[in-house]
């Protein structure tokens, strides 16, 4: 995961799991992820996001339903090809989200515009994008769960 933060927001009333299985469905679904690229393993993501095992391996396996990610013991968890339905999405969880995100940036001071333009800036990052600056917001690229472009592919940007 070079590009993007899993992030969980412990006070939303979204279930982390449930927070945890739709940012992986939508970078997987964006191409941020790739297919065949190596997701961290459940204790991992756990231990970097704090959270217990049990809530990763949720969301993992609810993915797995999906058709979005495959399991192979040895060969660990792996993004699967999209499926053909793969720009279709569930109208009732996007307005959670929505709704969710809303909340949070009111909850920082936004008002309207400020939160439209974070949307049109987060769906169309521009020029001045870049994967080395990207972190999981929850404090900078060397705390546990960043996400880091690095160029070391062998830990798949995830910074633990």
Known sequence: MSDSAVR????????????IRAQLAALI????????ERLPTVRQLAADLGLAPGTVARA????????????????GTRVA????????HDADQLA????????AARALGADTEDILTAVRDALDP???????????????????????????????????
């Open 60 to 75: 993992y396996r609810e993915l797995e339903m999906a058709d979005l990610i495959r399991t192979r013991r040895g060969a």
């Open 29 to 36: 679904r964006t191409g941020r992820l790739a297919e065949g």
């Open 81 to 88: 090809a999209l499926p053909s339905d793969a720009h279709a």
């Open 8 to 19: 969980v927001d412990t006070t939303s009333q979204v279930p982390p799991y449930e927070q």
């Open 96 to 103: 959670t989200l929505v709704r969710d995100f809303t909340s």
């Open 126 to 160: 521009g020029p001045a994008f870049s994967p080395d600056t990207v972190d999981s917001g929850a404090g900078g690229p060397d705390r546990p769960g960043a996400f880091i472009g690095d160029g070391d592919p062998s830990d798949h940007g995830f910074r633990t």
